[in-house]
């Protein structure tokens, strides 16, 4: 059973900087990519960040500059590092993970990590 489990949220001031983290455990043989979705209350939960096995990363036009996603893959775990923080990037941020296990490709989320940003 392959489990994520975030941290790093909590309240910052409008400009200031939080770094989130996320481990996976369980029995993974490959990951194919990791990432970070937000989703704001009355908001459709989006994309923040995505990094694949070979480091290639892709990011919501809303976040370059601002936000960096690294990983490392001998520790299964994934890293956004958030600056410059505003108030509308005040959302749960949840991780995500495809890969392969023993018992095929998975898909699974975290079960999120609040941010809050006051202005």
């Known amino acids: 059973q392959v489990q994520l489990v975030e941290s790093g949220g909590g309240l910052v001031q409008a400009g200031g900087s939080l770094k989130l983290s996320c481990a996976a455990s369980?029995?993974?043989?490959?990951?194919?990519?990791m990432g970070w979705f937000r989703q704001a209350p009355g908001n459709q939960r989006e994309l923040v960040a995505t990094?694949?096995?070979?480091?290639?990363?892709n990011y919501a036009d809303s976040v370059k500059g601002r936000f960096t996603i690294s990983r490392d893959n001998a520790k299964n775990t994934v890293y956004m590092q958030m600056n410059s923080l505003n108030p509308e990037d005040a959302a749960v941020y949840y991780c995500?993970?495809?890969?392969?296990?023993?018992?095929?490709?998975?898909?699974?989320w975290g079960r999120g990590t609040l941010v809050t940003v006051s202005s």
């Open positions: 995500n993970l495809g890969g392969v296990t023993d018992r095929g490709y998975v898909l699974r």
């Open positions: 369980g029995t993974i043989l490959s990951i194919n990519a």
């Open positions: 990094i694949s096995s070979g480091g290639s990363t």
